[in-house]
């Protein structure tokens, strides 16, 4: 088998890389720099000359409060993109995993969203990720969506990076207590998708690691964990912490895809933590 992962400069794609060369499957890890998903001619030229079993389609336009100016661009990445991707795909045969988000979902009550419950992003980032999925849909059959949230990992910015930082530099900090999800742990992530992509079980999944929280609760388990004692979490509603983009203020997914089609769910998101800590240098 032979594996292409895109975004390996992110936050998953550079774990993805890490995972699939720990089991000795085959992978080329690609970039802006090796070609431009928004450009159909170069995506296809490169795809094609690669010739991969699957695609693991990593990149994405993630900057959420900028997707609300910068539209056109986020479209291109978060849309053109993985239709480019999908459709090479579809010539070649071969596989492909879009990552996806909880911002697909609109965010309102308490329940846990399922894989085919009814979508309604509230704002460009959400809407170019699920114009994404449905390009995904459009173009292939052998697909895997999995929605994720919260993501932390080695390689790349993250709140439990911003959290140790800002720990160090002030007494208190002001995190948002009523919005509810689950962060994901993209080396945990990793080794599902590895165990996905050897299958043909296709269909849309929600993959984070289990357990749930506020950020503010996020945030108090980092500042426990991480010995910072003397920080003070003070918690904010999303309306006093002020975002020029819409947030989801509950973020729950449902993996009973994962159960169903015999895959694992991601350990605890508190053992996730503990073990990313272990990873990076909280002294410095």
Known sequence: MKVLVTGVKGQLGFDMMKELKKRNIECVGADIEEFDITDADKTRDFITECNPDVVVHCSAYTAV????ENIVTCRAVNIDGPANIAKVCRELDCKMVYISTDYVFPGVGDCYYETDDETGPLGQYGITKLGGELAVKENLEKYFIVRISW???INGNNFVKTMLKLGKEHDEISVVDDQIGSPTYTADLSVLLCDMIVT???GVYHATNEGICSWADFAEEIFRQAGYNNVKVKRVTTEEYG???VRPKNSR???E???KNGFNRLP???DALRRYLKEVDITT
């Open 243 to 245: 975002a020029k983009a």
């Open 268 to 270: 605890d998101w508190k």
């Open 257 to 259: 895809s994962l159960t």
């Open 65 to 68: 409060d900028k997707a609300e």
């Open 253 to 255: 997914m449902s993996k």
């Open 151 to 153: 993501v932390f990992g």
């Open 200 to 202: 043909d079980k296709y």
